[in-house]
């Protein structure tokens, strides 16, 4: 099944302790890009990459890293968390030379404290 | 910069039309979008409309653009309880780019 997998789901954690949000995709797509969903706000772009080793930043990249260093997996790395970056995270993939659909996983939520 | 603006609830009856209205600023984006976000899932494409066009239907959704007004609007016809969602626009604002509204609320009453 074509599909972008994130984990963990939810988290919940401390400020300062380092984590680690997976993102992979099935789906051979070259794009990949991480949002942040906040109430009101809709849906802000962090990170995005358009193929390996190709990475730039979003509106909202501020304590934020990613790596691509393989086309199908594209972290996001959250150094030292602040209760700031307490939101619902998507990961997002999309293929070259199409519509500029964006196909989303099913969202990691994290908590910090 | 860019700015997707959409108002952030929207009631409906069971069996009404519903319609979602949509402003945005870029009037270079090549592809409009409307994505829909069931709860405690991320967000699928519902339909899109290519700039060169002022509407596309597609079975119980129409979607209209007006480029002049840079107006972008959803609509549902015969409103069903799966309908109730939050319903994204967002505009093509470069290479894979998009910029999205904050997200349209549509609850469907009995």
């Known amino acids: 099944e074509a599909q972008v997998t994130q984990n963990p789901r939810y988290l919940i954690t401390v400020t300062g302790k380092k984590l680690t949000v997976t993102c992979s995709q099935n789906?051979?797509?070259?794009?990949m890009s991480w949002y942040r969903q906040d109430p009101g706000l809709g849906l802000r772009q962090i990170y995005y990459?358009?193929?390996?080793?190709?990475?730039d930043k979003g509106d909202v990249p501020e304590g934020y890293k990613v790596s691509r260093k393989e086309k199908r997996n594209f972290p996001l790395i959250l150094e030292s968390p602040s209760p700031n970056q307490t939101s619902l995270y998507f990961c997002?993939?999309?293929?070259?030379?199409?519509?500029?659909?964006?196909?989303f996983g099913e969202g990691s939520r994290l908590t910090v404290l | 910069g860019e700015d997707v603006e959409q108002s952030l609830f929207l009631s409906v009856r069971e069996g009404d039309s519903s319609v979602i209205n949509c402003t945005y600023t870029?009037?270079?984006?090549?592809?409009l979008y409307w994505y829909k976000q069931e709860p405690g899932a991320g967000l699928q494409l519902l339909t899109y409309?290519?700039?060169?066009?002022d509407m596309k239907q597609d079975q119980r959704l129409t979607v209209l653009l007006n480029k002049k007004d840079k107006h972008l609007s959803l609509r549902i016809a015969d409103t069903q309880t799966g309908d109730s969602a939050i319903y994204f626009c967002?505009?093509?604002?470069?290479?894979?780019?998009?910029?999205f509204g904050a997200g349209t609320t549509v609850t469907v009453r009995a």
């Open positions: 997002a993939s999309s293929p070259a030379g199409e519509t500029g659909e964006l196909f």
């Open positions: 789906m051979n797509h070259e794009y």
């Open positions: 990459s358009m193929n390996v080793e190709v990475t």
């Open positions: 870029d009037s270079s984006s090549t592809y």
């Open positions: 409309i290519f700039s060169n066009m």
């Open positions: 967002a505009e093509s604002i470069g290479d894979y780019k998009l910029s």
